[in-house]
C-alpha cells in the first residue's frame, strides 16, 4: 500500500510539474480545428491522420508530461507547427504506402528517413502511429533520424527506444553529425542503411550490384529544409535510383541564396560507375595519407614542419639555412614522383572512373520578382519538384499552412516577402 501511495504521489508531481508544458496546447487547437482565426480546417484534408495523431499526443501528455527526459519536445515553444507539418508529411507517407502494398510484386518492408530532423517530431509521432494504426504503416522496420547538429537534447528519443520492442513500435535511429552536403558519404550511407548493414562512415560499398530489388527502400522525408538543403537532398535521391528511394516528401523551408543563383544538382549514378569512380576516390585519399606520412621536414625528414626543425641551429646565417632548405625542397618534388597516383590498384578498363554525373542548375528566374512572377517561393518549389529523376508522381501541395496562427491565410500574406509560403508547400515524389 505504501509503494502504491509512492506512486501515486509521483504521478500527482509529474502531472503537476507537466500541466503548462505546450503539448497540452498543440492537443487543444488541433481539436479546435487548428486555426483559431479561421472558421475552417487547416487539416481538413487529413481527419484521419489529425485523428491518430492527437490520440498520440493524448497518450504523451498522459505518460510523458511532467518528466525530464520529455522536456525538452513536449514543452518545445513551436511544437504546435511542428506537428502540424507532421501531420501533412504524415498523410502523404500514409497515402503511398496504401497504393504501395497493393502491389503485391513489391516488398511491403521500408525503411523511413527522417532528413534534418531536427528533434524529431515526424519521426517520433510516426513510430508511435505504426501500432495504433495498423495497415496504414505497415512493414515499417526502422526509421532513421539524421541531422548535423550533434548538441540537440534526444533524451526523448531514447526513452522512446526503451520500450520499442514491448509496444511493437519502429525503432528509431539516430546519426547525428550528419551533413547532407558530404553527398558521396550520404549515399553511401543509405545504401548500407537500404542493404541492412551497419551504417558506419568508415564502410564503403566493396561490391557493385546492379540495382537489387531486394533491397530495403527507403521513404525520405524533409521538413523545413533550408536554403540549399533542399535541392542537396533532391540531388541524394537522383543519385541512390529509384530501387532505393521509391518515395520523397520535401517541404523546402526558405530560397537558396548563392552568389550566382546557380548550384550543382546530382544525378543517377549506376552502382558499376560509382563503385568505379569511389574506388579512385579511396585510392586518392590514401596515396595523399602516404605521401603525408611519408614526408614531414624538408631537412632532416623528422615529423615536424620544417620552422620547427632542430637543425636550424647549425647555421649560422638565414642564407645557408635557406639555401639548404631549397635543396631539400627538391628533393622532395623527385620523391613525390616516385609514388603512384592509385597506389598499384588496378582499375578494370571497363569501369573507368567518370565524373560524379550533375547538373548545375541556375534558378535565378524562379527567385526572383517580376510582374510574371509574384510568387518567386511558389516558382522555385514548382522547378525543384521537376529535378527530381525516374518519377512517376509528382506534386507540389499548398497545405495551407501559415506562419503566425492570428493571420488568416490567404494570397496576400507575406506579399513582400521572397519566401512566401515558406511553410506551406510540400513536394511529393513517388517512383
Not at 504501395?100 to 528517413?113: D, G
Not at 611519408?294 to 647549425?314: K, L, M
Not at 625542397?329 to 560524379?356: A, C, F, H, N, W
Not at 494570397?411 to 511553410?423: C, F, M, V
Request: proline share 5%; with cysteine.
Amino acid at each position: 500500500q505504501q509503494s502504491t501511495r509512492q506512486q501515486q504521489l509521483q504521478q500527482q508531481i509529474q502531472h503537476q510539474a507537466g500541466a503548462g508544458w505546450e503539448i497540452h496546447r498543440a492537443i487543444q487547437r488541433l481539436q479546435s480545428n487548428g486555426r483559431p482565426s479561421s472558421p475552417n480546417t487547416v487539416l481538413s484534408d487529413f481527419p484521419s491522420t489529425t485523428a491518430d495523431v492527437v490520440r498520440v499526443l493524448q497518450s504523451w501528455a498522459k505518460d510523458y508530461a511532467g518528466k525530464d527526459e520529455w522536456k525538452s519536445l513536449l514543452n518545445k515553444r513551436n511544437l504546435r507547427h511542428e506537428i502540424e507539418e507532421s501531420i501533412v508529411a504524415l498523410h502523404h507517407l500514409r497515402e503511398w504506402r496504401k497504393s504501395r502494398v497493393s502491389t503485391t510484386t513489391i516488398s511491403n518492408t521500408f525503411i523511413a528517413v527522417d532528413a534534418c530532423c531536427g528533434k524529431g517530431v515526424f519521426s517520433t509521432l510516426l513510430s508511435y502511429l505504426v501500432p495504433q494504426c495498423g495497415l496504414c504503416y505497415a512493414g515499417l522496420s526502422r526509421i532513421i533520424l539524421l541531422d548535423k547538429n550533434e548538441e540537440i537534447n534526444w533524451n526523448h528519443i531514447q526513452a522512446a527506444n526503451a520500450n520499442h520492442t514491448l509496444e511493437k513500435r519502429p525503432f528509431l535511429e539516430l546519426w547525428p553529425g550528419t551533413n547532407l552536403h558530404e553527398h558521396d558519404i550520404m549515399v553511401e550511407r543509405l545504401l548500407l542503411a537500404s542493404a541492412g548493414t551497419a551504417s558506419s562512415i568508415s564502410m564503403m560499398t566493396e561490391v557493385a550490384k546492379e540495382d537489387d530489388a531486394s533491397s530495403i527502400p527507403l521513404a525520405i522525408t524533409g521538413i523545413h529544409l533550408c536554403k540549399t538543403l533542399s535541392p542537396t537532398l533532391v540531388g541524394i535521391v537522383n543519385a541512390l535510383g529509384k530501387e532505393t528511394v521509391p518515395y520523397l516528401c520535401l517541404a523546402p523551408c526558405c530560397l537558396p541564396k548563392t552568389r550566382n543563383h546557380k548550384f550543382p544538382i546530382h544525378l543517377y549514378e549506376g552502382p558499376l560507375q560509382r563503385q568505379a569512380r569511389m574506388a579512385v576516390v579511396k585510392a586518392k585519399k590514401e596515396t595523399q595519407t602516404e605521401k603525408q606520412q611519408t614526408f614531414a621536414c624538408f631537412v632532416c625528414q623528422g615529423d615536424h614542419h620544417v620552422r620547427n626543425c632542430p637543425e636550424r641551429a647549425n647555421y649560422a646565417t638565414v642564407a645557408e639555412w635557406d639555401q639548404v632548405v631549397n635543396a631539400g625542397i627538391l628533393k622532395r618534388k623527385v620523391d613525390l614522383s616516385s609514388i603512384p597516383i592509385y597506389m598499384g590498384q588496378q582499375v578494370d578498363e571497363t569501369m573507368q572512373p567518370q565524373k560524379q554525373p550533375r547538373m548545375l542548375w541556375d534558378f535565378a528566374s524562379f527567385v526572383t520578382v517580376t510582374p510574371d512572377n509574384q510568387q518567386p517561393f511558389d516558382a522555385y518549389c514548382d522547378a525543384l519538384s521537376k529535378l527530381v529523376q525516374q518519377t512517376s508522381t509528382v506534386q507540389v501541395m499548398d497545405s495551407g499552412l501559415i506562419s503566425s496562427p492570428w493571420v488568416a491565410h490567404s494570397a496576400a500574406e507575406q506579399k513582400n516577402n521572397w519566401n512566401q509560403n515558406r511553410k506551406s508547400l510540400f513536394i511529393t515524389v513517388a517512383r
